[in-house]
């Protein structure tokens, strides 16, 4: 059996436009400035996806799904995560588990942690967790001017 892990990263800035909404793990949160973005700005899915797509060997989310390209916009990114899990089996992969860890001042994520874990994990079709961090007031993501998500994902495949 290959075991292999991919790395994935995402941040996007706070909005200043009231009609974004912020969503988090395919979670809307109803009373919290949204974040700018192309898609829905999911932070939490996009790192997961660069996760799995970085495990499988098959690039990064910027290059299957471009900002540039309108049917993507406003996105629903747990969609997109979707399309990804579908990717890495074609590609003889299967997900094994994602970790993600989110970096942000607000909003508290616990009360909805079970509802993100839910989404994620079925669009990938095998679990995800999430936990929350705050940067304690340092630099940006501290002063709550955006949200950082890493993540983490295994994946095993067998020996062709
Ligand atoms: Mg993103």
Request: hydrophobic share 45%.
């Amino acid at each position: 059996m290959i075991v292999r892990v991919g790395q994935g990263f995402d941040v996007h800035a706070c909005s200043d436009d009231p009609a974004r909404v912020l969503v988090l793990g395919g979670v809307t949160f109803p009373d919290e400035r949204g974040l700018v973005g192309h898609s829905d700005a999911d932070v939490v899915a996009h790192a997961a996806a660069d996760a799995l797509l970085g495990a499988a060997g098959l690039g990064d989310i910027g290059r299957h799904f471009p900002d540039t390209d309108e049917r993507w916009a406003g996105a629903d990114s747990i969609e997109l995560l979707r399309e990804v899990a579908r990717m890495v089996r074609a590609a003889g992969f299967e997900p094994g588990n994602v970790d993600c860890a989110v970096v942000c001042e607000r909003p508290k994520l616990a009360p909805r942690r079970d509802e993100m874990e839910t989404n994620l994990g079925d669009a990938v079709g095998a679990p995800v967790t999430v936990k929350g961090n705050r940067a304690e007031q340092l630099g940006a993501i501290g002063r709550g001017e955006g949200i950082v998500c890493y993540a983490v994902a295994v994946v095993t495949g067998s020996e062709a």
